[in-house]
Nanobody
């Protein structure tokens, strides 16, 4: 069983930055970030292999956010971070972290999900 708790969402102006956190408890091989805007399907954002709070530096980032979003981790806190820079209104969504057995861009391949955190990019 894996438990995931996201935090760090909020309201930010276009061009601003936010850092989301995902605290993971339990054993998992991959942690990913997805997002879902109203009326849209859940969309892959980023993922990396995970070993008790450490990344394998095999980050897989979606093309739409490449160069603006990045992943890091704090092993002491068993936390993965999603750093989001140069935010745009179209980045507004609920952001979820998910745990699975292999890196995948498809949400169906992740068994465990956090509750999500809202990100709103607006002036």
């Amino acid at each position: 069983q894996v438990q995931l708790v996201e935090s760090g969402g909020g309201l930010v102006q276009p061009g601003g930055s936010l850092r989301l956190s995902c605290v993971a408890s339990g054993r998992t091989d991959v942690i990913a970030w997805f997002r879902q805007a109203p009326g849209k399907e859940r969309e892959f954002v980023a993922a990396d292999r995970w070993n008790v709070g450490r990344l394998y530096n095999a980050t897989y980032i979606a093309n739409g956010v490449k160069g603006r979003f990045s992943i890091s981790a704090d092993s002491a806190r068993n936390t993965m971070y999603l750093q989001m820079n140069s935010l745009k209104p179209e980045d507004s969504a609920i952001y979820y972290c998910a745990a699975g057995d292999a890196t995948s861009r498809y949400s169906k391949n992740y068994r465990f999900w956090g509750q999500g955190t809202q990100v709103t990019v607006s002036s």
